[in-house]
């Protein structure tokens, strides 16, 4: 039985990718686990009060972002990400018990894990058709239901060794061995995760003008204070077409000098900017920080600048009281 008071919802159900990564959250074996069928219920859990965090998947190495996890955060009551955690990824085709790999002619799993063994299944399953799934799990337990309409699936090894009835016909079929899939814990918000030197910040960033030099303008707020973009794609907003934002990843913290006037800079331009969270990196590789853009570099420069306004101000306030009165 569950002993801490903490609850986690993941993308479900059971055998997930997802709850491998939570389960490397350090309380995550004794707290409450539940399951959602979907990115947005996961997260709605979270907006109402169900739950205390979500797992859900953000980034593949081979596929890039998870559109209905960027599009999800991006809009509605705001979250914050707290954590990322690094799942290597490897893939199964299983079927029921008796079903060859001559027998398949359909097969359902995950979309981005269609996308890692397409070739795979080009290769050895010709002409099979990709029936979508919600997730890797799913696809696989819907094998053993009595309305099931495809003939096998794609999921984790976990998933086959736990449950009865399924038979793995192949192992690794990955296109990619070292796919790697990027999940990030959210919660409401609340305080920040304190600064570890191997951070990372993201936000969303609306385009305010469909204009040439739009983007630029937002880049450089990142490039002239030397922080560097680890991930940016652009999704609509749904508003009407050609209307998109920006999903940022950035090298450092909010509370960094360097980090904290670059999104300064585009709230100044993109009013709506979105803080996501900053927290500390998976694979803990620290941020180069040059010379220039340290946080003792913004200080002083701060400094140098209110010291001539502080002697200007002196000085105007001795030439008025040297001045004579009426």
């Not at 509605?76 to 018990?97: C, N, T």
């Not at 819907?142 to 976990?158: E, Q, R, S």
């Not at 000098?257 to 803990?284: C, E, K, M, N, W």
Request: proline residues 6%.
């Amino acid at each position: 039985m569950p002993s801490s008071s903490v609850t986690y919802t993941f993308l479900g159900p059971e055998g997930t990718f997802t709850e491998a990564a939570l389960m490397q959250v350090p309380d995550a074996a004794e707290a409450t686990r539940i399951p959602a069928s979907n990115v947005n219920a996961a997260l709605d859990m979270v907006r109402d009060g169900s739950a205390d965090a979500a797992m859900v998947p953000i980034e593949n190495s081979v596929e890039g972002g998870v559109t209905a996890t960027l599009d999800a955060i991006a809009s509605g009551q705001e979250l914050r990400i707290i954590r990322e955690v690094l799942v290597p990824i490897s893939f199964v085709l299983v079927a029921r018990h008796g079903v060859n790999v001559a027998d398949i002619h359909r097969i359902s799993t995950h979309g981005h894990a269609w996308a890692q063994c397409r070739l795979w299944v080009d290769s050895n399953i010709p002409g099979a058709e990709y029936v979508p799934g919600s997730s890797t799990a799913a696809a696989a337990m819907g094998l053993l239901t009595d309305d099931v309409h495809y003939d096998a699936a794609i999921c984790a090894p976990i998933v086959a060794q736990e449950q009865q009835g399924l038979s793995v016909l192949a192992e690794n079929i990955g296109d990619n061995p070292g796919a790697v899939t990027r999940f990030i814990l959210v919660s409401r918000p609340g305080a920040l995760p304190e600064r570890t030197g191997a951070d990372k910040t993201t936000v969303v960033v609306p385009l305010p003008e469909d204009r040439p030099g739009a983007l630029m303008e937002i880049l450089d707020q990142f490039a002239t204070r030397g922080v560097n973009l680890s991930r940016i794609e652009s999704r609509p907003t749904g508003q009407y077409l050609g209307h998109y934002f920006f999903s940022i990843d950035a090298d450092g913290h909010i509370g960094d000098a360097r980090v904290s006037d670059a999104l300064a800079g585009l709230h100044r331009i993109s009013p709506a900017t979105r803080f996501l969270g900053s927290y500390g990196r998976a694979d803990a590789q620290g941020t180069v920080v040059a010379p220039h853009t340290s946080d003792e570099a913004f200080r002083s420069a701060h400094q140098w600048v209110d010291g001539i306004l502080q002697r200007g101000s002196t000085r105007a306030e001795s030439a008025f009281g040297a001045s004579p009165t009426a």
